[in-house]
């Protein structure tokens, strides 16, 4: 089984930072994409930033300059440095990641990290 295990949400005053982590584990062959994606209440789940294997980041509008997307191959694990919160940053996170493994190829979520912007 494939999972994806998030964490490095919380409370954080608007200007903080916070980190993100996902960990994708299990009988895995390669990983062809990680990214982030966020979601509020009422509203669609929209892409933050993602990363493919050799490709080119794709960051939103709203957080280029302030996110930064990273990976680490090695431990199939991607990060989301996330510097100068705003309110409007308030949401769940979640990793996703384009996997191949003994399962064939799937595209996998992780459950999800809150993350709150407020003072």
């Known amino acids: 089984q494939v999972q994806l295990v998030e964490s490095g949400g919380g409370l954080v005053q608007p200007g903080g930072s916070l980190r993100l982590s996902c960990a994708a584990s299990?009988?895995?062959?390669?990983?062809?994409?990680m990214g982030w994606y966020r979601q509020t209440p009422g509203k669609e789940r929209e892409l933050v930033a993602t990363?493919?294997?050799?490709?080119?980041?794709n960051i939103a509008d709203s957080v280029k300059g302030r996110f930064t997307i990273s990976r680490n191959n090695a431990n199939n694990a991607v990060f989301l440095q996330m510097n100068s919160l705003r309110p409007e940053d308030t949401a769940v996170y979640y990793c996703?990641?384009?996997?191949?493994?003994?399962?064939?190829?799937?595209?996998?979520w992780g459950q999800g990290t809150q993350v709150t912007v407020s003072s």
């Open positions: 996703n990641a384009g996997i191949r493994s003994t399962y064939g190829f799937g595209d996998y």
């Open positions: 299990g009988s895995i062959f390669s990983i062809n994409y």
């Open positions: 990363l493919p294997s050799g490709g080119t980041r």
